[in-house]
């Protein structure tokens, strides 16, 4: 491991500690955590340094995306909405808008972007939020639901339609005309801030529309669900990482019937396969980061396949680590509970299970003759 990504990975330790479950059971991340990670520039470490960013490499900004969802997935979702929306305004922002936007970001501004809508979630094309230019300003109305980590943000990016076109905008939380509702009781990330967001005739100076506007609305899609779903596919082997480590240690020294669980034959096939889970994450994990780092034309695919193969793994990983806790693991909070509950969430949030699959279908169709 590189020497500042340890560094780093030993800094979100020691700030986490033994807290998240404190504060899975609370429904809130301490707003100190998260400016002291977001003034160092943590929440999105892959911003390049001309921004102030750390400008790691989409391999060591996923392994400190891991690391930290083995810790906490709730924190881990707020860093991949602040790297989804750095990513976002270094995409499709102008160079003015990078240069007034990013170092925000980098300097601990927090910030979440808005894609889902009451009638539009696999299916983004129905979303309804309506983008237009009226005069000097870009004005916005609609609603969006499920935006993790709005509760926390300062800004918030939003999706949405922009004549026949689409649009993202970067909207302050506290400009005339935005509402942020958090979502009472989500099944996992508790912690993690989500919010429904309303837009009621928000008037901003034309400059937060970035690039101008105009551009395909599959196109904004596809520029910031890539990002997310590479930083869910780092945060599920964290859990799955998570999951194995809890399962050993609890293996290695639960004794029934006169031996450590670990020496029963079918609790050790559990083991077993719980390594598996987490070699087989990591391994399409790093396949899709080195994609990005080479700028490989695999890099979609490669990139939906992580998501996928990883969201899957930590689901069952979490299933199997109750399973071999049984009473111990099944209090809420504890480790293997809160990826339970976490790692179902992760297989509908930026590309449900069944849309990867048909990505992947499509993919396999074009490629075979």
Known sequence: MPEQLAAECARVAGLVGDEAEAWDLAGELPEKILDELGARGL???????????????SRDNGELTAFTGSLCSSLRSVMTSQGMAAWTVQRLGDAAQRRHFLPRLTAGARAAVGFSEPGAGSDLSTMDTEIRLDGDSVVLD???????????????VIVGRFGADGA?????????????????????????????????????????LLGGGGQPLSLLVTTALAYGRMSVAWGCAGIVRACRDAAVRHARGRVQFGVPLAEH???????????????????????????????????????????????????????????????AGARDGHVVARAHRDAKLMELIEGSTEICQLILAGHALATVS
Not at 43 to 57: D, H, I
Not at 298 to 327: D, F, G, M, N, P
């Open 43 to 57: 929440l999105c470490a892959q911003v390049p340094a001309t921004y102030g960013g750390l400008g790691f490499s």
């Open 142 to 156: 609609g609603q969006k639901v499920w935006m993790t980590a709005a509760a926390y943000a300062d800004l918030l």
């Open 168 to 208: 993202a905008v970067v909207v302050p939380r506290t400009a005339p005309g935005v509402t942020v509702e958090p979502v009472a009781d989500p099944l996992g990330c508790r912690a993690a801030g989500h919010a429904d967001v309303r837009l009621d005739q928000v008037r901003l100076p034309v400059d937060h």
């Open 265 to 327: 034959q079918l609790v050790a096939r559990h083991l077993a396969e719980l390594l598996v889970a987490e070699q087989i994450a990591t391994r399409a994990c790093e396949h899709a980061s080195d994609c990005w780092d080479r700028g490989s034309p695999e890099q979609v695919v490669a990139t939906v396949l992580a998501k996928h193969v990883s969201a899957a793994r930590a689901a069952e990983a979490a299933s199997t680590a109750v399973q071999v806790l049984a009473s």
